[in-house]
């Protein structure tokens, strides 16, 4: 019987997979079925698990509606959709969240209201003007402060 967390893990890699574009769906289901117990997540019997859940933190930046508009290397319902199961994996596996916005207020628009509405431990950290979110403090200091090592980077980065 597989417990709650490798049922989770189990999801988080199937939706990684079709995030990823990987191969067909089935095959990547059939592959996650329950199987006898290894000591290896590998076939190999080697390695080791790509990442420890209780030590990955999901930083979520910039995903704004004015910034939307310049995106072209991806659907923005998709990329919507995509930022949205980041948000209900990080509830539903206790994922700490950290969001950040440049100039919500301004041109780049507000923060995609969906991520705290599905992820509600989420943490804002607002810039003052940083175009990057590592030039600011306060920002560094929220990542620090989880104490996390792994931290999994989403957002929307444009260039000229």
């Known amino acids: ?47 080791q698990a790509l990442f420890d859940i209780s030590d990955v933190a999901i930083l979520l930046l910039d995903h704004q509606s004015g910034l939307f508009q310049t995106v072209q290397d991806i659907e923005i319902a998709d990329l919507r959709r995509n930022v949205e199961m980041l948000a209900r994996l990080a509830k ?5 969240v950290i ?22 431990h989420a943490v804002y950290v607002p810039r003052k003007g940083e175009v990057n979110a590592w030039d600011n403090e306060d920002f560094v200091a929220a990542v620090k402060a989880t104490r996390r090592k792994t931290l999994i980077m989403a957002g929307v980065w444009t260039v000229a």
Do not use: W, Y
């Not at 919500?104 to 992820?119: D, S, V």
């Open 1 to 47: 019987m597989m417990t709650s967390i490798q049922k989770a893990l189990r999801f988080l890699c199937l939706v990684a997979a079709i995030l990823s574009g990987s191969g067909s769906v089935l095959a990547h289901a059939q592959a996650l079925e329950p199987r006898e117990p290894k000591a290896s997540v590998l076939p190999t019997g080697g390695g």
């Open 92 to 96: 539903l596996l206790d994922i700490p």
């Open 99 to 120: 969001t950040t916005a440049s100039e919500p207020a301004g041109p780049n628009g507000p923060l995609m209201p969906a991520i705290h509405e599905l992820a509600p």
